[in-house]
């Protein structure tokens, strides 16, 4: 259990296809995170919300968009994606943005596999 | 330019000996460090941290060392268990990460 649930938790989509991967936290958490590990890389860190509203966006293509209704969900929308973007993409939640000794709480992540 | 480096991709230990993960960073302008252990098919969880105004922090079996001159940190864990089999990340700050280093303890 760790209060922090990715859906789905592996995905296969052409280049052309549409999708949406989805984070929800139990955690009371205000801040939440998307970030990219790709084989023999570091985590990437994606994007950044922070009481549902986006602080960080480190240079990602917009063809990823990410979407925050409220502090307990968060989605990341994918359109036209390359082969590149294949990789695993993990959710974090912490109690506020900004404090840099404060953990993450991850989910178990996403594999996205790009055809 | 990637700001914290785990130079040994994995690590092989005896059960019961000491286990101990490195750590190298360029920006001293950190002020924690984070360590997370990740299972196969799981998210990473966080382990044990250390402030930079210090140089050590134990928790139980794990024990951060911090050298701020070398920019090195290290994880000791002792004594070793199966369990402690994973992958082990160092992170600077919140969110720059190493590329992790896979444990195997051997029984």
């Known amino acids: 259990e760790t209060g922090v649930t990715q859906t789905p938790r592996h995905l296969v989509m052409g280049m052309t296809n549409k999708k949406s991967l989805k984070c929800e936290q139990h955690l009371g958490h205000n801040a939440m995170y998307w970030y990219k590990q790709s084989a023999k890389k570091p985590l990437e860190l994606m994007f950044v919300y922070n009481f549902k509203e986006q602080t960080e966006n480190n240079s990602v293509p917009s063809r990823f968009s990410p979407e925050c209704p409220n502090s307990s969900h968060l989605f990341l929308h994918l359109h036209t994606l390359q082969p590149e973007d294949s990789a695993l993409y993990l959710c974090?939640?912490?109690?506020?943005?900004?404090?840099?000794?404060?953990?993450?709480?991850f989910g178990d992540g996403t594999r996205l596999s790009i055809l | 330019d990637q700001q914290v480096k785990q130079n040994s991709p994995s690590l092989s230990v005896q059960e019961g000996r000491i286990s101990i993960l490195n750590c190298d960073y360029t920006?001293?302008?950190?002020?924690?460090f984070l360590w997370y252990k990740k299972y196969p098919a799981e998210g990473p969880t966080f382990l044990i941290s250390i402030s930079s105004i210090k140089d050590k922090n134990e928790d139980g079996r794990f024990t951060v060392f911090l050298n701020k001159s070398a920019k090195h940190l290290s994880l000791h864990i002792v004594p070793s268990q199966p369990g402690d089999s994973a992958v082990y990340f160092c992170a600077g700050n919140q969110f720059y990460f190493g590329t992790g280093t896979s444990l195997t303890v051997i029984p």
């Open positions: 974090a939640s912490s109690p506020r943005f900004g404090i840099t000794g404060q953990p993450q709480h």
């Open positions: 920006n001293s302008m950190f002020d924690y």
